[in-house]
């Protein structure tokens, strides 16, 4: 792993000394190694951690004998233009203090790219810290009455020469049994949290204030043709592709992740474009059919003369990779398509990869999930006229289902009752506590510190009625940005490559082709229910007929059969979620834990496996990062 750190001391006449900081950096990196720099001025301490492919480290500039010094790991893709005469990391670092001392924090904007930082500013005595636009890069903080201290892994605090409290937060446990994750500004811990995408912090004189300094609205849509943003769209995407190649420089040692699916193969079609010679590419497969699309990437590895690489996952790699996805995560998380994306950048490790190129986000720019279609189809039934769909529709369908039992008017009782559920509920109206109630599931105790009206759930109607939009699927899109992209993806890519020792990049997630998806109108994105219309317009010349035809797969990892099936799997299982030591964590019910495992196993859908992959994942982080640390009496 890598990334920042630091200490700030409410008394100024305390002492925070670089000897002090070494700890937390060091902490920053994966396999334990001292590769950071760090800088300590009196009360305020600040480090940052090295990863091959990025720009990391610590430069300070004195002001008037004020110094103003900054931390920083990332990319950023603008750094030709913005420091045109700089070279090494700490003249790099330093010319970005420069910029900071010409701009103050406006100069955010003109970074291009994925990064954290800190900034010291002595002479207004504030620290600020900010994170990209979408977070790729995480940024934790724990603020109490005699101290600030942030880290980019939870590790950081665990080694801070000041003592940083950490309680246990129900809602969080409750979230990551609910959707596999913690969403910001929330953590595993009530005293810290993470730092938003697209955001800033400034502490001055013990205050903290957040605010934004990137935003973008749906709220103006182009009056432009479908090919005059197409054309627009290919430009756009190309050039954010030849950003992040003059970076790397040394295109041999680049690969993409090429699961055959649009983004994916786009990348691997622009980048050969560009490079003029065949690509790396890497692709995960699984024996279990339904779980499996690597035909795919074959399609598309052939078409742009790749060369390809391939490794089918097993569950004997799955047991075995948990030591390194656990110390991977810095909280609860328990996507499990983070074993695959490890193994994908291993073997790209192993043939002289350094870099990777990843699809991530084009699914939310450019409306590519299943999801915003089974949507759409609810949306359908509101089309029809109102004298018609309640008066004659709704009681003739619902009398016959009640009447004859048949197939499909049970179907359509069942459409027209979701169909009638407000559209930011119904995205989570399948969800586990939606059918199971939290009180048949979760501990009488912890349902108390929650309250009896929390819902898991609820931050999808808040960015639903948040979001600068006017139509459902711009909205939905909106909600994902912050959820799924930046709460639940990108750390699972991130951490993962991180963990095999290569560094990613997300060319769909540029600024500039982010704020160009939101002109594109939404009917524009997706025809009908046809997922990213638009995108496969633009690249119709590029992806062969296969990509364009094929339907959205996902990249998921089959647990749900491997817990059936495989010996050592399902024993972990039963450890994990009913052993003693498990329940007495008092968190949920024994016998709804019980139920839940009978139930998945006569069950041939993920619905049951999720959850319980989810429940083995918080109790496994639960015995090697809160047990551990309680032995050692922190």
């Known amino acids: 792993m890598s990334g920042i750190c630091g200490i700030i001391l409410n008394d100024r006449n305390r002492q925070v000394t670089r000897a002090d900081l070494s700890p937390m950096v060091k902490a920053l990196n994966f396999h334990g190694n001292d590769d950071g720099d760090s800088l300590s001025f009196g009360h305020v301490a600040i480090g940052a951690q090295k990863f091959p492919g990025r720009l990391a480290g610590v430069a300070h500039l004195s002001i008037n004998g004020r110094p103003v010094s900054m931390a920083f790991h990332g990319s950023v893709y603008s750094l030709e233009e913005l420091l ?50 979408f977070r790729v890069h995480q940024l934790f903080y724990c603020q109490d009455e005699e101290k600030l201290v942030f880290s980019s892994r939870m590790k950081g605090f665990l080694a801070s020469p000041f003592q940083v409290n950490r309680t246990i937060n129900p809602k969080a446990i409750i979230h990551v049994v609910a959707s596999s994750i913690i969403p910001a500004p929330n953590t595993i811990f009530e005293e810290v949290k993470k730092i938003p995408q697209g955001h800033f912090l400034s502490l001055k004189k013990g205050e903290i204030e957040l605010k934004p300094y990137w935003e973008t609205t749906f709220l103006h849509p182009s009056n432009e043709t479908e090919s005059i943003l197409a054309q627009k769209f290919r430009d756009l995407f190309s050039e954010s592709i030849s950003a992040r190649l003059r970076v790397n420089e040394d295109s041999s040692r680049i690969g993409t992740f090429l699961s055959g699916g649009v983004d994916s193969s786009t990348i691997t079609g622009v980048i050969t474009q560009l490079v003029k010679h065949p690509v790396k590419s890497f692709s995960i497969g699984f024996n279990e059919e339904r779980f499996n699309e690597i035909n795919y990437a074959r399609v598309a590895a052939q078409a742009f003369g790749a060369e390809h690489y391939e490794y089918y996952v097993s569950p004997k790699d799955t047991y075995d990779a948990f030591p390194i996805f656990l110390e991977a995560i810095d909280e609860p998380f328990a996507n499990g398509s983070a074993i695959p994306t490890y193994f994908c950048a291993r073997v790209a490790k192993e043939h002289g990869v350094g870099t990777l190129y990843a699809g991530d986000g084009g699914d939310e720019l450019f409306a590519g999930n299943q999801r915003y279609a089974d949507q759409r189809l609810f949306e359908y039934y509101h089309k029809l006229p109102a004298w018609l769909r309640e008066p004659i529709l709704k009681p003739f369908i619902f009398s016959m289902a009640e009447k004859l039992n048949w197939a499909p008017f049970v179907k359509g009782k069942k459409y027209i009752q979701r169909a009638n559920i407000p559209y930011h509920e119904r995205i989570t109206s399948y969800d586990f506590f939606k059918v199971v109630p939290l009180q048949e599931f979760i501990e009488g105790d912890i349902l108390v510190t929650v309250g009896k009206e929390f819902n898991p759930y609820e931050i999808f109607g808040d960015y639903y009625h948040r979001a600068p939009a006017k139509n459902n699927l711009d909205r939905h899109l909106y909600i994902d940005w912050i959820v799924t992209l930046a709460d639940n993806d990108l750390i699972k890519v991130t951490r993962m490559t991180e963990a095999a020792g290569v560094t990613v990049r997300y060319p769909f997630l540029d600024h500039k082709i982010a704020e160009f998806s939101v002109t594109v109108p939404a009917k524009m994105k997706m025809r009908g229910i046809k997922l990213r219309s638009f995108q496969k317009t633009a690249f119709a010349d590029l992806l062969p007929l296969e990509i364009r035809r094929k339907q959205k797969h996902g990249f998921g990892l089959p647990i749900p059969i491997w817990l059936r099936m495989d010996k050592k799997l399902n024993e972990l299982m039963h450890d994990l979620v009913l052993s003693p030591r498990s329940v007495q964590r008092g968190y949920f019910k024994k016998r709804a834990l019980e139920r839940l495992v009978e139930n998945h196993q006569g069950d041939p859908t993920s619905f049951y ?19 551990w640390t309680m032995l050692r009496g922190r």
């Open 84 to 133: 045109p005469q700089r070279g090494k990391n700490f003249e790099l670092v330093a010319g970005l203090v420069d910029l900071y001392l010409n701009e103050g924090m406006e100069f955010l904007k003109q970074l291009r790219g994925e990064f954290v930082l800190a900034i010291w500013d002595s002479r207004e005595e504030t620290l600020y810290l900010a994170t990209d636009r």
């Open 609 to 627: 496996g999720t959850v319980l992959w989810n429940l083995m994942v918080l109790e496994l982080w639960q015995r090697c990062f809160t047990d």
